[in-house]
């Protein structure tokens, strides 16, 4: 047991572990400054990247473990040590782009590319020998982190899309939404006895125990999607990946020689997929862009009377307390009328009207929780 807590010590000074702490907490600081750079104040200030980061890593070791107990994942130690160093870049562009998966993918392509091109490299991060079920064990590695990656994408409050505004071609002003969202999880891999792996003994299983950090993560950016769908999107293709990793995993099995093909054919996918992300955004009916119509609404901050009248993003107000509005000077005006109550006619994008009202803070009229373009 003492070896086991020592193993578990060990994950925790790990730089891929303490990157992602790190970037953690590096996320919710730039969420924050951009969020108060294009609207002076900061949406919400929980910090929900940390809570993530760790109650998604805990979730995944255990069903990660478990996965490895039906499955006895066995791969060269040096592919681990391969992946630790691309899983470290991948990292530090989370915040642009998501290149989780790609780092499993590149790290168990490397050698398989050079015993095809005959080249031949002794070194900690590639494996002179590669075991028979080689294709198979890093096909369900694949397959379990999309489906852990699948998991996050359920995580779909809207209030966790960052907006940003920029400037559109037509000169009004457009907002996007960027959600992003990982962890840097635990997977407790048994490995066979050797001096490579000994860093825990597990003398029931007769093996050693090697805990490895593996990073898993999602991003989405939208300009004209629905939050959910987007991320319902971005999940469909998550459990696609997992799906076609357990088939090239199979195939592999019996025919080794497609191993790299089925790496290939993943890395194709995960690049169509990214395309279509983008192809599916730019054809969405909603476009969050500044209007005169009346005022539209970027964001809601959270457990405010706007976030209890059930405001949407990209809804525009037309009315406040009887009075229309087309500035947000307007509507705070407008919401002095009554300090305590507020009263709102609002449109949305499919051209619905709606009534929505709410008690208001008496003091504070401005504090009623809407995010407009200033």
Known sequence: MLQVIQTL?????????LLGL???????????????????????RDFYEGRHFIKQGLLFLVFGSIATLIFHYTLPLEIFYLYQALALVALLLINF?????????????????????????????????LPTNYGLMLFLLVALLALFQAHLTRLDRAEWFSPKISQ????????????????VFPLVLFMPQTPWSALGDLNSYGTK???????VGAVCHIYKQVP??????????????????????????????????????????????????????????RWYVETSEGVRIVAIKPETPAAKMKLEIGDIILECNGSKVATSDELYKALQKDPAYCRLKVKNFEGELKLAE???????PHEIGLVLFG
């Open 358 to 364: 709410s008690a208001i803070y008496s003091d504070s």
């Open 97 to 129: 782009c998501d290149l989780s998966l790609w780092a499993l993918l590149l790290s168990g392509a490397t050698p398989l590319v050079l015993q095809i091109f005959a080249i031949k490299t002794t070194n900690m991060f590639i494996p002179t020998t």
């Open 22 to 44: 790190f970037m953690t907490v590096g996320s919710y600081f730039l969420r924050l400054k951009n969020e108060r750079q294009n609207f002076r104040i900061a949406i919400d």
């Open 9 to 17: 010590g060990l994950f925790l000074i790990q730089p891929l572990f």
């Open 168 to 183: 559109g071609k037509r000169g009004r002003r457009i907002v996007g939404y960027f959600w992003r969202t990982f962890t």
């Open 228 to 285: 959910a769908a987007a991320l319902k999107f971005r999940r469909g293709q998550s459990l696609v990946i997992a799906g076609l990793a357990l088939l090239l995993g199979g195939l592999s099995y019996f025919l080794p020689e497609t191993t790299l093909f089925g790496l290939a054919l993943l890395g194709g996918v995960l690049l169509w997929q990214a395309f279509k992300r983008r192809q599916v955004d730019r054809q969405a009916k």
């Open 209 to 215: 125990i090697l805990i490895v950090p593996f990073l």
